[in-house]
Each structure stands twice: as structure tokens, then as C-alpha cells.
């Protein structure tokens, strides 16, 4: 099973559909004052269907997915203007393996496009294996939301779990903590996508 959030971090949640947790998601953004922390393990994840810059990238045209991530990384400017008006941290922590999945090499371009806009990503190979984290969003200390993938090889969102439990915000906060500590900073951006692979 990979990236299944373990009995602990679930203990006290509430299940949600997706819908449920698109609207958690928005009560929870409302009351945060100091952070907001994303942690993304899957190394592919199946976008929405009609996601033109993933199908841009699967046909090979690189210069048309840039172009259409940085649309989308346009769209999202009100957000940016937002966390700095509210002086949010606003992070993402993403975990990766090697060699990068085709997913992965596609996202590189898109953290590149928004890494420029000022958003703040973290790279870590993680100190044991990535199948053993999970995803989940972390709103100061009173919520968290974690993503139910499901357990195929490819992450699709089917809802997600809710939790206030403060034994477990305080858990879900020491995994970026101890990846800061004892996982392996990476720099992918540092390598181009957009170069083909020997």
C-alpha cells in the first residue's frame, strides 16, 4: 500500500468526500494567522482530466506545457497576493526519489514557473523510504487535512480525512521537521526538465 496515512495520524478524524474536503479546506484557510504547510509524497499523481499542460508535456512539447504552467501560475496570483497581505508562511515540502517519474519531470517545470513567482518548495530525499509518508495540509496548529489517494500506484484524489486533534497536529508538524533534520536537501531545479534524458 503506498502512502497511507498510519492508524495514529487518523485516530480522532473525520472522512470526507471531496467536496467535503475542498470545503474544509476553505474554513481552515479562513482562520489561519502564521502557516500553511503542503507535504506532497506521491511521485505521480493523475490530474483532472482536461489539465492542458499535462497533455502538452505528454505529447513532447515542452515549450507549450511552460507556456500553459505559466497561464495557470498567472491564475493563481491572487492567492500569492494574499499570503503576503496576511503575512502567512506559506510552504510546500515535496519528496522525492530518483530517477524523477514522467509526473515528476513535468512538475519540475511547473515548481520552476512558480518557484520564479515567489513560492516557497522545499525538496527532500527523504531519510527512509517515500512510500512510508503521506500527504497532507497543515493549517497553523488547529487543522490538518490528509489526502485519501487511495493505494494504486498513481494518486488520485477520492476525499480525504479532517483532524484537530492536537496529538496528531503535532505529529504531522515534526515530519517536515525531520525532514529538515535528517532527510536530504535536493535541488532539482538546479537540473533543467526541459533537457531530454540520455
Not at 166 to 193: C, F, M, Q, V, Y
Amino acid at each position: 500500500m503506498m502512502h497511507q496515512p498510519p492508524a495514529w495520524a487518523l485516530d480522532g478524524s473525520e472522512w470526507l468526500t471531496l467536496e467535503g474536503f475542498l470545503e474544509a479546506f476553505g474554513e481552515a484557510w479562513v482562520r489561519t494567522e502564521c502557516r500553511f504547510l503542503k507535504l506532497e509524497c506521491w511521485q505521480s499523481y493523475r490530474e483532472a482530466d482536461g489539465v492542458r499542460s499535462q497533455e502538452a508535456f505528454q505529447t513532447g512539447d515542452i515549450a507549450l506545457t511552460r507556456r500553459l504552467l505559466e497561464e495557470e501560475a498567472i491564475e493563481d496570483q491572487p492567492l500569492r497576493d494574499e499570503v503576503r497581505s496576511r503575512n502567512l508562511g506559506f510552504t510546500r515540502v515535496r519528496l522525492l526519489t530518483y530517477p524523477l517519474s514522467d509526473y515528476l519531470r513535468y512538475e519540475m517545470i511547473n515548481f520552476e514557473v512558480r518557484s520564479r513567482l515567489g513560492e516557497r518548495i522545499e525538496f527532500f530525499l527523504p531519510p527512509s523510504p517515500v512510500q512510508n509518508y503521506f500527504d497532507f495540509l497543515l493549517f497553523d496548529s488547529h487543522t490538518a487535512l490528509i489526502h485519501d489517494y487511495g493505494s494504486g500506484p498513481i494518486g488520485y484524489q477520492s476525499g480525504g480525512w479532517l483532524t484537530h486533534a492536537r496529538k496528531t497536529l503535532n505529529s504531522l508538524a515534526d515530519i517536515p521537521a525531520d525532514l529538515r533534520a535528517h532527510g536530504e536537501r535536493a535541488w532539482p531545479l538546479e537540473d533543467s526538465p526541459d533537457r531530454p534524458r540520455a
